[in-house]
């Protein structure tokens, strides 16, 4: 199974900051992976899939790179309704695993 | 409107077996792949199975091999998941989710969009 493995699991940032999650894959996986947001008592949030594709209507603020082993998600200028929890997710073969999350909280 | 509804969820004694459906609206649902993922209380998420437009081909995570079945019904626009000999580690959230894809030179990609509200399963005696 690919593990894959998010850093830091959890920050504390002010509005208005840039904000980066990093996200590790056990073995190379080209572009498939995907980024979601999930709230409390919500279910997930697509934001970004296969790496770099802005989900529509998901604002501009949120962009994702990489190839291979090594992704990053980011958002420009957080806003108050981004503190959430952040997964990533590769879709390169099943089990389709999922990263353990990045909680991003209020400073 | 694309809509997933889960039903089915309670409370069940360890041993014991429940039925999960999924009832999905706003989309031709045999043209997609469908799948379910768990969370547990504060923890992450976790990708349980996933199921073939025709229901031809199924994927299972190792912990549920051989206990839990997934299905889907065309003509009724539903997933199933069949959950037998459940033990406390199968508490969580179910969420139901539609594997959007994408095909370009020879590859598809995935991802779960959109997703169910959930429905909680609690294994306890």
């Known amino acids: 199974d690919i593990q894959m493995t998010q850093s830091p699991s959890s920050l504390v940032a002010s509005v208005g900051d840039r904000v980066t999650i990093a996200c590790r894959a056990s073995q190379s996986i080209g572009t498939f992976l995907n980024w979601y947001q999930q709230k409390p008592r919500e279910a997930p949030k697509l934001l970004i899939y296969a790496a770099s594709s802005l989900q529509s209507g998901v604002p501009s603020r949120f962009s994702g790179s990489g190839s291979g082993t090594d992704f990053t998600l980011t958002i420009s200028s957080l806003q108050p309704e981004d503190f959430a929890t952040y997964y990533c997710q590769q879709s390169y073969n099943t089990p389709r695993t999922f990263g353990q999350g990045t909680k991003v909280e209020i400073k | 409107e694309v809509q997933l509804v889960e039903s089915g969820g309670g409370l069940v004694q360890p041993g014991g077996s429940l039925r999960l459906s999924c009832a999905a609206s706003?989309?031709?649902?045999?043209?997609?792949?469908m799948t379910w993922v768990r969370q547990a209380p504060g923890r992450g998420l976790e990708w349980v199975a996933n199921?073939?437009?025709?229901?031809?081909?199924?994927n299972y995570v190792d912990s549920v091999k051989g206990r839990f079945t997934i299905s889907r019904d065309n003509a009724k626009n539903s997933l199933y998941l069949q959950m037998n000999s459940l033990g406390a580690e199968d508490t969580a959230v179910y969420f139901c989710?539609?594997?959007?894809?994408?095909?370009?030179?020879?590859?598809?990609?995935?991802?779960?969009?959109?997703w169910g509200q959930g429905t909680l399963v609690t294994v306890s005696s």
């Open positions: 199921i073939k437009q025709d229901g031809s081909e199924k």
């Open positions: 706003g989309f031709t649902f045999s043209n997609n792949w």
């Open positions: 989710a539609r594997e959007e894809q994408y095909y370009e030179s020879g590859n598809y990609w995935f991802w779960f969009d959109p």
